[in-house]
């Protein structure tokens, strides 16, 4: 006779204790596979954020570096006046907005531009997928450095591009314009590099649609505008705020882009960290700009999750 789920009494039958969370092995196990990760985070995020935050109260010193924190006096040397500074000094807070404006737009760019890509990744038959997957991160095989050097060529003013756009506004009586060393260049830099970050994502999500719905909705009578925006976009939304953390938390500390397509004029944050810490060397004040960039990355994480967690039906 087969043996029941259930003793004759009515309980449920436990578990082996050998399988049980509580267990010695159980906790071995969660050990395991939570440990590395959480020694990761503690080695190179945790404890240099810590060394950051007690930087940031210290005084630079006159050569570089930071003053010891116990004067000749014997006194400590902590202060508050790089972050006074930060706060006085709108000239930070102007590149820090405008780092976050460059950043909002680079996100938005990069989902118009990636959205019909990932459709069109998902819904093409299997035997391409892996192809055009491919495709899309076939620009991470060459150097980061090259790919957006690459781009000083493409906008600079001898290229194609730029004589092709300006005999086109000469013969709109229109005054010549250039396009490198701009905030256009800087923006068409960051979508270039980070747009394939917005793409993966999408196409996770888009991929396990099921079809069904949009016959569904098509026997209905719904148009295409409204099988998309009622039923493809709402389901997607986990891609899109996945897809939007990863664009938006680089692009705004990022400095090799602005630095090299944007020049003195498209600076941002991230420059002016690199500045404080390697040429200005004023460590306490660079590391205030790196609390205050941290800070904001991980806000933005904390929301993509919040917005992104399913809601629960009342």
């Not at 706060?87 to 907005?97: C, E, G, H, R």
């Not at 459709?119 to 491919?134: N, Q, T, V």
């Not at 196409?203 to 569904?216: G, P, R, T």
């Not at 004023?282 to 790196?290: A, R």
Request: contains cysteine.
């Amino acid at each position: 006779m087969r043996e029941s789920a259930q003793s004759s009494s009515g309980e449920v039958a436990q578990p082996s204790p050998s399988l049980h969370s509580s267990s010695p092995t159980g906790r071995l196990a969660r050990w395991l596979i939570s440990g590395p990760p959480l020694l990761y985070l503690l080695v190179f995020f945790a404890i240099p954020s810590l060394i950051m935050v007690f930087a940031s109260f210290r005084t630079a010193g006159d050569y570089g570096g930071l003053e010891p924190i116990i004067d000749a006096a014997g006194k400590l040397t902590l202060t508050f006046e790089s972050y006074t500074r930060f706060a006085s000094d709108f000239i930070y807070t102007a590149i820090f907005l405008k780092s976050l404006t460059y950043a909002l737009i680079t996100t938005f760019c990069c989902l118009i531009m990636a959205y019909p890509v990932a459709i069109l990744i998902a819904r093409s038959a299997k035997k391409y997928r892996d192809l055009l997957i491919l495709l899309v991160i076939l620009p991470f095989w060459s150097n980061f450095l090259i790919r957006v050097y690459a781009w000083m060529i493409i906008l600079g003013p001898q290229s194609g591009l730029t004589r092709g756009l300006n005999a086109v506004l000469g013969m709109l009586g229109m005054q010549p314009v250039t396009l490198l060393f701009t905030a256009f260049s800087v923006i068409v830099g960051l979508v270039y590099v980070h747009l394939p970050f917005m793409v993966l994502p999408l196409y996770a999500n888009l991929e396990k649609h099921d079809s069904a719905l949009l016959d569904a909705a098509q026997d209905l009578g719904a148009t295409a505008w409204q099988r998309f925006w009622r039923i493809t976009f709402p389901l997607s939304l986990p891609g899109v705020y996945a897809g939007a953390a990863l664009v938006f938390i680089p692009a705004l500390g990022i400095f090799a882009v602005s630095d090299i397509l944007g020049g003195t004029g498209g600076m941002m944050i991230g420059n002016v960290i690199k500045q404080q810490f390697l040429e200005t060397r004023d460590w306490p004040f660079g590391s205030v700009l790196s609390i205050v960039l941290t800070v904001a990355a991980l806000l933005v994480a904390g929301l993509a999750v919040l917005v992104s967690r399913p809601r629960r039906q009342k």
